[in-house]
């Protein structure tokens, strides 16, 4: 897999978690705005946002990983991301770096809807493993 030790992640903090998302999926990264709620809608959707004119799906990370929500600090984020030709925020604790891996490893597991579903594999530097977001399995679930 040396293929993906080049491309460059996104690492970002929930809850006690520290996950990536490939870069080529974010639009961009922006502090939180005010939410407009969507009655009616499932727990991890939050509302929507205005972005420059467009209206973005703001959904909770935490939420969609089974964590529970916490109150927004001052490092919140919304990591706008391009699925399935739309933006769709997604709520995060904070947004940590810009990284690139030495080694991919696959997930473990191969249960259908485990946890481990929701990462494309763990990327290693040092003595750190950061599981590697499946935005497919996560927002399409």
């Given at each position: 897999m040396s293929s993906l030790t080049k491309e460059q992640y996104i690492e970002l903090?929930?809850?006690?978690e520290?996950?990536?998302?490939?870069?080529?999926?974010?639009?961009?990264?922006i502090k939180m705005l005010s939410i407009t709620d969507i009655p009616f809608s499932r727990n991890e959707v939050k509302g929507v946002i205005n972005l420059r004119g467009k209206v973005v799906c703001v959904m909770s990370l935490r939420n969609l990983l089974g964590m529970t929500d916490e109150p927004y600090t001052r490092n919140t984020r919304i990591i706008v991301v391009n699925y399935r030709e739309e933006f769709i925020g997604l709520i995060v604790d904070k947004v940590n770096k810009v990284t690139t891996y030495t080694e991919i490893h696959p997930p473990a597991g191969g249960h259908?809807?485990?946890?481990?579903?929701?990462?494309?594999?763990?990327?290693q530097r040092e003595?750190?493993?950061v599981g590697i977001l499946k935005l497919e399995e996560i927002l399409g679930g």
């Amino acid at each position: 897999m040396s293929s993906l030790t080049k491309e460059q992640y996104i690492e970002l903090a929930v809850g006690a978690e520290t996950c990536a998302i490939r870069i080529e999926e974010i639009h961009e990264i922006i502090k939180m705005l005010s939410i407009t709620d969507i009655p009616f809608s499932r727990n991890e959707v939050k509302g929507v946002i205005n972005l420059r004119g467009k209206v973005v799906c703001v959904m909770s990370l935490r939420n969609l990983l089974g964590m529970t929500d916490e109150p927004y600090t001052r490092n919140t984020r919304i990591i706008v991301v391009n699925y399935r030709e739309e933006f769709i925020g997604l709520i995060v604790d904070k947004v940590n770096k810009v990284t690139t891996y030495t080694e991919i490893h696959p997930p473990a597991g191969g249960h259908s809807r485990s946890r481990e579903a929701v990462f494309h594999g763990m990327g290693q530097r040092e003595e750190q493993l950061v599981g590697i977001l499946k935005l497919e399995e996560i927002l399409g679930g």
